[in-house]
């Protein structure tokens, strides 16, 4: 049992995971900031406004220590949710156990490691496709001989739920996702150890509130896993077959309306996980009542613990053997899902596999997230207190000042970018240089003959940055844009509602001159981008033409792009709780620009919040409660059409733009 | 409302690139004062009012999709803007114009320094209608090859839409990846005119990269053409083979009758402008095609394509 955590600094962070083990907690959950998590420092222009905000930021060996600060590594087991800077990451936790004078061989835990799910649904990748895999199976061949209780990688179909996958493409997705694995590690392991590989590779799975059908799809992961040890890999020892999966429970489902009813779904979702014991969690993890308002507080996260304890401590549920041992509706169940599944499965191995169907995946999460919200938006899918039973008492919880949840100090991110600063001023910068050199050679290398586990330890070791290492390899393997899915999204089916917006946007348009055009844009580097997916998607099906260009924008990029392209509306979402800083940040930059488009924001925002954000200039903030995308669309061309009105240059951004870069530039 | 279309038309003139945003919005617009303006725009940077040619070279690099046109892209921003060239790139989104609405994402694949105001991309729809590119694009590149020195019209497709493309531009890039072997069978079998330079890329897939590059060579021989170039590159780093297909570029353009080349380019495009307009009836109105293209020849060879279809509508009246 342990609960996802980390903030603001590595001290705070250690002190909050001191306090979780004494009340019981008996492992911990390392949630790393965005910079952390895609290999930037403090100090860098993409980290700006996110710093501490997510998660805890680890910059270099010195960060890591103090995290683990007086919690005995040999017997910790410890889990970090790490994916493209995994490697770097696990090199970290490796010298800070070196320095408690605890070898690699004792270390328990996992990185999450998981990369295909980064490009598919969370976004927070710093390679391209290739090398990150060689990156994982490279990790997976060193935790195998060397760090023998770790597991290398955790396969997530968590995510890809979150994303609006349905149970057949969370099964299908996952199991292609941890094919390719294999089969890259396959390359890098002897082939004695493919079956130890094998065992070591876990899940991590979403369960949802529709809690019978998601035990079936757990108990089809099983049988597809074992069928998939036995038939590709040759593997024959039962233990490396179980299907070893822990939950964290959904949080798409959870509503920013009414939240406390958040906790009796969290309760739901985790039964999904624990009734019959043929397909039981491993571990659970579960979001705190508020998540949807903003980051918990330790409070919250008590509370979510103790629903785990009443079900292992108070009910019976962990005394019986498997409940639906011999059921027809389960067995039926679960052969519906597993016929589904197979079928996906093929069509992403007829795309070349996981790494080269990654488009085609992501364009069909789309899809299904537009149909999610179609359904919700039109009543068949009900959500208690979003959209019906609405109305509500004054609730008690989120009635103190700060709106109910944590806010992480502004001086924060000004502290980490000094102490970096002083880290790298203080180190020995020869043996820095080195050591990066000697890992640019290795990723460099064709023939990738040499573990990039090794330098990556040595690079550790000396004192290189997270920023300096994913940059070192980043100069070797180049960036890269994931794939956005927009662009192939299926049009909507043609209902009233969408019609009579078509006919505003039309008669917008003849008003316009010409057709209206939003830009779509993620500052930051907040990788959650399904909410920005599905703005632009109806913008285009209500007849704008959008420009969205994915995810992790500069301010000087979104404005660059809203003038360029002409826009007249700028759309911004942003879910990492970075908005205070990043929205005056970009509206900054648009002014620069001298482009006048109105802005919106949405995202996860406090109402406490919106005030400053209008101030800065904001036109209108939505949150998670503003469900109906189609009333969002109405909303921004009442907007753009008040704004061609307001008068002649402020109707047109990038008119009214150059005549004053012009001025200035002339001056 | 939109800026005054000659002041505009005037910074262009003057190679103010900051200008160009608000032309282009100005020359998308329908609306009837805008139409005006737009007009006023193109009048102030035709050739006639410029003395000459527009002194950008416009470049169609077209392909099909996933052969690495941004990335390549994003090398040759990179090469352009070194040597001190200004490039602006208009990128043809395809998967356009479902419901009416599109969905333009190309240029977050085409990397570029936001704070440099000499590189300009501009996403445009691609609208559904048959005769070419739309009109849009066409009047907007000869708007920018005013003031940039590099313009380019980034397409998608095999088989038809570069051959629009090769109407409006100086030079055609086609890029293909290695192992493109439907590019090899539309090129033999005519469905698809003989670009100017044919672009092989990721050449760090080593002997595949080699390989397709020697077919397409033979292939264009066999096809009696010795004029085009073909190259490997690879955009990724290390990057090998962009400056040498810059240079093939430029010596494409250097080797072209570029008045020549822009007057045909105008005439053809007044008549496909004309059929748009006003169909089949419109032109046996004029007498036939035939009748039309001596008429757009007997016209001032510095005359706009509004100049020339204007002087087309004179004559159907």
Same mark, same amino acid.
């Given at each position: 049992?342990?609960?996802?955590?980390?903030? +603001?600094?590595?001290?705070?962070?250690?002190?909050?995971?001191?306090?979780?083990?004494?009340?019981?907690?008996?492992?911990?959950?390392?949630?790393?900031?965005?910079?952390?998590?895609?290999?930037?420092?403090?100090?860098?222009?993409?980290?700006?406004?996110?710093?501490?905000?997510?998660?805890?930021?680890?910059?270099?060996?010195?960060?890591?220590?103090?995290?683990?600060?007086?919690?005995?590594?040999?017997?910790?087991?410890?889990?970090?949710?790490?994916?493209?800077?995994?490697?770097?990451?696990?090199?970290?936790?490796?010298?800070?156990?070196?320095?408690?004078?605890?070898?690699?061989?004792?270390?328990?835990?996992?990185?999450?490691?998981?990369?295909?799910?980064?490009?598919?649904?969370?976004?927070?990748?710093?390679?391209?496709?290739?090398?990150?895999?060689?990156?994982?199976?490279?990790?997976?061949?060193?935790?195998?001989?060397?760090?023998?209780?770790?597991?290398?990688?955790?396969?997530?179909?968590?995510?890809?739920?979150?994303?609006?996958?349905?149970?057949?493409?969370?099964?299908?997705?996952?199991?292609?996702?941890?094919?390719?694995?294999?089969?890259?590690?396959?390359?890098?392991?002897?082939?004695?150890?493919?079956?130890?590989?094998?065992?070591?590779?876990?899940?991590?799975?979403?369960? @949802?509130?529709?809690?019978?059908?998601?035990?079936?799809?757990?108990?089809?992961?099983?049988?597809?896993?074992?069928?998939?040890?036995?038939?590709?890999?040759?593997?024959?020892?039962?233990?490396?077959?179980?299907?070893?999966?822990?939950?964290?429970?959904?949080?798409?489902?959870?509503?920013?309306?009414?939240?406390?009813?958040?906790?009796?779904?969290?309760?739901?979702?985790?039964?999904?996980?624990?009734? $019959?014991?043929?397909?039981?969690?491993?571990?659970?993890?579960?979001?705190?009542?508020?998540?949807?308002?903003?980051?918990?507080?330790?409070? #919250?996260?008590?509370?979510?613990?103790?629903?785990?304890?009443?079900?292992?401590? /108070?009910?019976?549920?962990?005394?019986?053997?498997?409940?639906? /041992?011999? +059921?027809?509706?389960?067995?039926?169940?679960?052969?519906?899902?597993?016929?589904?599944?197979?079928?996906?499965?093929?069509?992403?191995?007829?795309?070349?596999?996981?790494?080269?169907?990654?488009?085609?995946?992501?364009?069909?999460?789309?899809?299904?997230?537009?149909?999610?919200?179609?359904?919700?938006?039109? @009543?068949?899918?009900?959500?208690?207190?979003?959209?019906?039973?609405?109305?509500? /008492?004054?609730?008690?919880?989120?009635?103190?000042?700060?709106?109910?949840?944590?806010?992480?100090?502004?001086?924060?991110?000004?502290?980490?970018?000094?102490?970096?600063?002083?880290?790298?001023?203080?180190?020995?910068?020869?043996?820095?240089?080195?050591?990066?050199?000697?890992?640019?050679?290795?990723?460099? #290398?064709?023939?990738?003959?040499?573990?990039?586990?090794?330098?990556?330890?040595?690079?550790?070791?000396?004192?290189?940055?997270?920023?300096?290492?994913?940059?070192?390899?980043?100069?070797?393997?180049?960036?890269?844009?994931?794939?956005?899915?927009?662009?192939?999204?299926?049009?909507?089916?043609?209902?009233?509602?969408?019609?009579?917006?078509?006919?505003?946007?039309?008669?917008?348009?003849?008003?316009?001159?010409?057709?209206?055009?939003?830009?779509?844009?993620?500052? $930051?580097?907040?990788?959650? +981008?399904?909410?920005?997916?599905?703005?632009?998607?109806?913008?285009?099906?209500? $007849?704008?033409?959008?420009?969205?260009?994915?995810?992790?924008?500069?301010?000087?990029?979104?404005?660059?792009?809203?003038?360029?392209?002409?826009?007249?509306?700028?759309?911004?979402?942003?879910?990492?709780?970075?908005?205070?800083?990043?929205?005056?940040?970009?509206?900054?930059?648009?002014?620069?620009? @001298?482009?006048?488009?109105?802005?919106?924001?949405?995202?996860?925002?406090? #109402?406490?919040?919106?005030?400053?954000?209008?101030?800065?200039?904001?036109?209108?903030?939505?949150?998670?409660?503003?469900?109906?995308?189609?009333?969002?669309?109405?909303?921004?061309?009442?907007?753009?059409?008040?704004?061609?009105?307001?008068?002649?240059?402020?109707? #047109?951004?990038?008119?009214?733009?150059?005549? +004053?870069?012009?001025?200035?530039?002339?001056? | 409302?939109?800026?005054?279309?000659?002041?505009?038309?005037?910074?262009?003139?003057?190679?103010?690139?900051?200008?160009?945003?608000?032309?282009?919005?100005?020359?998308?617009?329908?609306?009837?004062?805008?139409?005006?303006?737009?007009?006023?725009?193109?009048?102030?940077?035709?050739?006639?009012?410029?003395?000459?040619?527009?002194?950008?070279?416009?470049?169609?690099?077209?392909?099909?999709?996933?052969?690495?046109?941004?990335?390549?892209?994003?090398?040759?921003?990179?090469?352009?803007?070194?040597?001190?060239?200004?490039?602006?790139?208009?990128?043809?989104?395809?998967?356009?114009?479902?419901?009416?609405?599109?969905?333009?994402?190309?240029?977050?694949?085409?990397?570029?320094?936001?704070?440099?105001?000499?590189?300009?991309?501009?996403?445009?729809?691609?609208?559904?209608?048959?005769?070419?590119?739309?009109?849009?694009? *066409?009047?907007?590149?000869?708007?920018?090859?005013?003031?940039?020195?590099?313009?380019?019209?980034?397409?998608?497709?095999?088989?038809?839409?570069?051959?629009?493309?090769?109407?409006?531009?100086?030079?055609?890039?086609?890029?293909?990846?290695?192992?493109?072997?439907?590019?090899?069978?539309?090129?033999?079998?005519?469905?698809?005119?003989?670009?100017?330079?044919?672009?092989?890329?990721?050449?760090?897939?080593?002997?595949?990269?080699?390989?397709? *590059?020697?077919?397409?060579?033979?292939?264009?021989?066999?096809?009696?053409?010795?004029?085009?170039?073909?190259?490997?590159?690879?955009?990724?780093?290390?990057?090998?083979?962009?400056?040498?297909?810059?240079?093939?570029?430029?010596?494409?353009?250097?080797?072209?009758?570029?008045?020549?080349?822009?007057?045909?380019?105008?005439?053809?495009?007044?008549?496909?402008?004309?059929?748009?307009?006003?169909?089949? *009836?419109?032109?046996?109105?004029?007498?036939?095609? *035939?009748?039309?293209?001596?008429?757009?020849?007997?016209?001032?060879?510095?005359?706009?394509?509004?100049?020339?279809?204007?002087?087309?509508?004179?004559?159907?009246?």
């Amino acid at each position: 049992m342990r609960t996802y955590a980390g903030h +603001s600094t590595a001290k705070a962070s250690n002190e909050l995971y001191r306090r979780n083990l004494e009340k019981g907690q008996t492992g911990l959950s390392v949630a790393f900031d965005l910079p952390t998590q895609t290999g930037y420092d403090p100090d860098d222009e993409l980290a700006r406004g996110e710093v501490g905000k997510v998660g805890v930021p680890v910059s270099h060996r010195g960060d890591m220590a103090a995290l683990m600060d007086g919690i005995p590594l040999d017997a910790m087991n410890t889990s970090m949710t790490i994916n493209a800077t995994a490697a770097w990451l696990l090199a970290l936790y490796i010298v800070a156990a070196e320095e408690q004078g605890v070898s690699q061989e004792q270390l328990q835990g996992t990185t999450q490691n998981d990369i295909i799910k980064e490009f598919l649904a969370r976004g927070t990748y710093a390679f391209p496709p290739a090398p990150s895999m060689r990156l994982i199976a490279d990790m997976i061949a060193y935790t195998v001989e060397h760090v023998p209780k770790w597991n290398p990688i955790n396969i997530c179909s968590y995510h890809l739920q979150e994303a609006g996958a349905t149970p057949v493409q969370e099964i299908a997705y996952a199991m292609s996702n941890a094919i390719a694995v294999l089969d890259a590690a396959r390359e890098r392991v002897p082939e004695a150890s493919l079956e130890k590989v094998f065992g070591r590779i876990s899940f991590f799975v979403n369960a @949802g509130v529709r809690f019978i059908e998601e035990h079936a799809k757990l108990r089809a992961m099983s049988i597809l896993w074992e069928e998939l040890g036995r038939e590709r890999y040759g593997v024959q020892d039962e233990r490396h077959l179980r299907f070893r999966y822990g939950v964290q429970v959904n949080s798409l489902g959870l509503t920013e309306a009414q939240p406390e009813n958040n906790v009796q779904r969290i309760v739901l979702e985790a039964l999904a996980v624990t009734l $019959g014991r043929d397909a039981r969690a491993r571990a659970i993890q579960l979001p705190a009542w508020n998540e949807a308002l903003g980051l918990p507080r330790p409070w #919250d996260q008590q509370w979510s613990l103790r629903i785990q304890q009443v079900l292992a401590y /108070e009910t019976d549920i962990l005394e019986y053997p498997d409940i639906f /041992e011999g +059921s027809k509706v389960m067995e039926a169940l679960v052969d519906e899902l597993l016929e589904g599944a197979r079928a996906e499965m093929a069509v992403v191995s007829e795309h070349g596999g996981a790494v080269e169907a990654v488009p085609y995946m992501k364009a069909a999460l789309v899809d299904s997230h537009r149909e999610r919200i179609r359904r919700i938006e039109s @009543g068949e899918q009900v959500v208690v207190g979003q959209n019906r039973y609405t109305e509500t /008492e004054v609730s008690p919880l989120t009635a103190d000042a700060e709106g109910g949840i944590l806010v992480v100090d502004p001086a924060v991110e000004a502290q980490q970018v000094q102490d970096v600063r002083l880290w790298r001023s203080e180190r020995d910068q020869t043996a820095v240089d080195e050591a990066l050199a000697a890992l640019a050679a290795a990723a460099g #290398d064709v023939n990738a003959d040499e573990n990039l586990m090794v330098p990556t330890i040595a690079a550790a070791r000396a004192g290189a940055t997270t920023g300096e290492w994913s940059r070192t390899l980043r100069e070797v393997f180049g960036s890269y844009h994931g794939p956005t899915g927009v662009g192939e999204a299926a049009a909507a089916t043609a209902d009233a509602d969408l019609s009579e917006l078509q006919g505003e946007v039309s008669r917008l348009q003849e008003k316009l001159g010409r057709r209206p055009k939003i830009l779509v844009g993620k500052p $930051g580097l907040d990788g959650h +981008s399904n909410g920005a997916e599905q703005i632009a998607v109806r913008a285009r099906d209500s $007849g704008m033409d959008v420009v969205y260009e994915g995810i992790r924008l500069t301010p000087a990029q979104i404005a660059a792009s809203a003038l360029q392209e002409g826009v007249h509306v700028i759309g911004l979402s942003i879910l990492s709780g970075s908005h205070r800083e990043l929205i005056p940040a970009v509206i900054e930059a648009l002014h620069g620009a @001298g482009v006048t488009a109105p802005v919106i924001v949405g995202g996860i925002i406090p #109402d406490q919040d919106v005030p400053a954000l209008r101030k800065a200039g904001v036109a209108a903030v939505y949150t998670p409660k503003d469900f109906d995308i189609t009333r969002i669309m109405r909303d921004i061309v009442a907007l753009v059409g008040a704004s061609a009105d307001g008068g002649g240059a402020s109707a #047109d951004g990038g008119a009214s733009a150059n005549a +004053s870069a012009s001025a200035n530039g002339s001056a | 409302m939109n800026a005054e279309g000659a002041a505009l038309g005037l910074r262009l003139r003057e190679r103010d690139v900051t200008a160009a945003p608000a032309a282009l919005n100005l020359l998308e617009s329908t609306a009837p004062a805008d139409l005006e303006q737009a007009a006023e725009l193109l009048q102030a940077v035709s050739p006639a009012a410029l003395g000459g040619e527009a002194p950008g070279h416009v470049i169609g690099v077209t392909g099909p999709p996933g052969a690495g046109k941004s990335t390549l892209l994003s090398a040759l921003l990179h090469a352009w803007r070194a040597s001190g060239r200004t490039a602006a790139v208009l990128a043809v989104d395809p998967s356009s114009r479902r419901s009416g609405g599109s969905l333009l994402g190309d240029r977050a694949r085409i990397e570029f320094d936001p704070a440099d105001r000499g590189t300009l991309i501009r996403s445009m729809a691609a609208e559904q209608r048959l005769g070419g590119l739309a009109r849009a694009t *066409r009047i907007s590149a000869e708007a920018l090859a005013a003031a940039f020195d590099v313009v380019v019209i980034e397409t998608v497709g095999v088989g038809q839409s570069e051959t629009d493309v090769a109407d409006v531009v100086d030079t055609v890039a086609l890029v293909v990846q290695p192992g493109s072997g439907d590019v090899l069978q539309f090129l033999k079998s005519g469905i698809m005119e003989t670009p100017d330079v044919l672009v092989v890329t990721k050449a760090d897939l080593g002997q595949i990269a080699m390989r397709a *590059r020697r077919d397409l060579g033979a292939a264009l021989r066999s096809l009696g053409s010795s004029r085009a170039r073909v190259l490997a590159v690879s955009a990724l780093a290390p990057a090998s083979g962009i400056d040498e297909l810059a240079l093939a570029l430029d010596e494409h353009r250097e080797g072209l009758d570029i008045g020549g080349h822009r007057v045909r380019a105008r005439r053809a495009g007044a008549l496909n402008d004309f059929l748009v307009e006003h169909g089949e *009836r419109g032109m046996r109105a004029l007498g036939g095609r *035939r009748a039309a293209e001596t008429l757009l020849a007997e016209q001032d060879p510095g005359a706009d394509v509004q100049a020339l279809m204007a002087a087309l509508e004179r004559r159907m009246a």
